[in-house]
C-alpha cells in the first residue's frame, strides 16, 4: 500500500489559516449504499469519493463542482490528449505540445497528468524528482519554465518505483483534487494526459469538468490496424460523453534518419491510416509526427525535443498540427509563437 507524500508547506508562500487540502478521500472499507438505500438512510453516501458514477448513491449535485468551476475559471483553454491504445506515444506528444506552446513566454501552459498508474511526463519533463508544495490556496504545480507547470501523482510518490494499486474511487478522488486543490493560476492552456482506453480516470475528468467548458480532445494513434480498431472506440467514447474531437495526430509515422534527416515509411501499408480514419469518421486529421530516435532519447532525459530540435521534421510536424488545433478551437494562427518561430 502506498502513502502519498503530503505535499510540504513553501516558504515562499505566506501561509494563511485554511487548511491544506486533504490529500486523497478515504476509500470505504465496505461501500453502504444498497443496505442504506433499503434502510433509508442515504447519508451513509455522503463523502464516498465515488458518489457520481455509483449507481446506488443519491443523485445529488456534486459540492466540489463549484469548487472546481471557481478554479477552471482562470483557465482558458482545456485540450484532453487520450489514445485508444498505450505506448503510441500520447504523453510524448503532450510534452511536446506543451513546449511548444510554452515557446512564446507570454502563454502559460499547465499539464495535469491524471495517468494516475502510470504516470510518465514528470520524466519525460525533467522534473520527476520534485514534490509538490501546498499554500494557503492550493497545492502547487512543479514548473519546468516560469509559464509551464506540471501536476502529477509521481511527485507524491516517497518512492520513484512504488506501484499504484489503485481502484476507481480512489483515482477519482485524486483527480478532483488536482482540478479543485491545484493553483493552476491564469493559463492559456491546460493539456490533461489521459491512460490509454476508456477508464475511470476518462469518465471521472469529463464529469467534473462539466460545465467548466472543455474545448475538445486530441486523439493520438500510431499507423498500425491495431492502435486505429482502438481510436474508433476512442472516438466512439467521446461521442457518447459529449467530448469534441479536435483531430487526430498519427505519431511514429515514417521513420527520419537521425544522421541524414531521411524519412521511411517503415509501416509502408499502415502510414496514412490515421488520416483516412479521420476521413472515414469525419473528424479533423491534425498531421503526423515521424518516428525520431532523439525524441525517445530527449523524453529519456526530461528535455524538450522541441527546443533542441527545432528544425526536425517531428518539429515541422507539431508546428502543423499546432496550427490546426488553433484552428479547431477557433483560435487565430500567431498566439503561441508558432509563427514566428517559422518566419525566423
Ligand atoms: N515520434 C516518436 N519517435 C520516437 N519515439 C517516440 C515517439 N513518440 C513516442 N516515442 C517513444 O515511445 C515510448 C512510448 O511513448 P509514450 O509513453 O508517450 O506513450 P503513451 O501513449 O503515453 O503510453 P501509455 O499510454 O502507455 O502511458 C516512449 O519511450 C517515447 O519516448
Known amino acids: 500500500m502506498v502513502t502519498l507524500k503530503i505535499p510540504v508547506a513553501s516558504e515562499d508562500v505566506p501561509q494563511a489559516p485554511r487548511a491544506a487540502p486533504k490529500l486523497v478521500a478515504p476509500e470505504p472499507e465496505h461501500c453502504p449504499g444498497p443496505e442504506s438505500q433499503q434502510a433509508g438512510k442515504m447519508d451513509a453516501c455522503a463523502g464516498c469519493p465515488n458518489q457520481q458514477i455509483c449507481a446506488t448513491a443519491p443523485k445529488g449535485p456534486d459540492p466540489d463542482i463549484p469548487l472546481i468551476q471557481a478554479r477552471m475559471a482562470t483557465v482558458e483553454h482545456k485540450i484532453l490528449i487520450l489514445s485508444g491504445k ?140 491495431v492502435s486505429l480498431l482502438d481510436v474508433r472506440k476512442e472516438i466512439d467514447f467521446c461521442r457518447k460523453a459529449g467530448i469534441k474531437v479536435l483531430g487526430i495526430v498519427e505519431n511514429m509515422s515514417g521513420f527520419v534518419c537521425p544522421n541524414c534527416e531521411g524519412e521511411s515509411q517503415i509501416f509502408h501499408a499502415t502510414t496514412g491510416g490515421g488520416r483516412a480514419l479521420a476521413t472515414e469518421m469525419g473528424i479533423p486529421f491534425l498531421g503526423t509526427v515521424p518516428l525520431d530516435p532523439r525524441i525517445g532519447i530527449a523524453c529519456d532525459y526530461g528535455e524538450s525535443f522541441f527546443d533542441a530540435y527545432p528544425e526536425s521534421p517531428a518539429c515541422e510536424g507539431l508546428m502543423n498540427i499546432i496550427r490546426g488545433l488553433r484552428g479547431q478551437m477557433g483560435l487565430p494562427p500567431s498566439q503561441d509563437g508558432v509563427e514566428e518561430m517559422d518566419e525566423s
Open 86 to 225: 498505450g505506448g503510441v506515444g500520447k504523453s510524448t506528444f503532450t510534452s511536446m505540445l506543451a513546449y511548444a506552446f510554452a515557446q512564446s513566454p507570454a502563454t502559460q501552459v499547465g499539464v495535469c497528468d491524471i495517468d494516475i498508474c502510470g504516470p510518465s511526463i514528470p520524466r519525460m519533463m525533467g522534473v520527476e524528482n520534485e514534490s509538490i508544495h501546498s499554500s494557503s490556496s492550493g497545492w502547487s504545480p512543479v514548473y519546468v519554465a516560469d509559464n509551464l507547470g506540471v501536476m502529477s501523482i509521481q511527485f507524491m510518490l516517497p518512492n520513484q518505483d512504488d506501484a499504484i494499486i489503485w481502484r476507481g474511487p480512489k483515482k477519482n478522488g485524486l483527480i478532483k483534487q488536482f482540478l479543485k486543490d491545484v493553483e493552476w493560476g491564469d493559463l492559456d492552456f491546460l493539456l490533461i494526459d489521459t491512460p490509454p482506453g476508456t477508464s475511470d480516470e476518462h469518465l471521472s475528468i469529463n464529469s467534473y469538468l462539466k460545465g467548466s467548458g472543455v474545448d475538445g480532445a486530441v486523439v493520438v494513434t500510431t499507423p498500425q490496424e
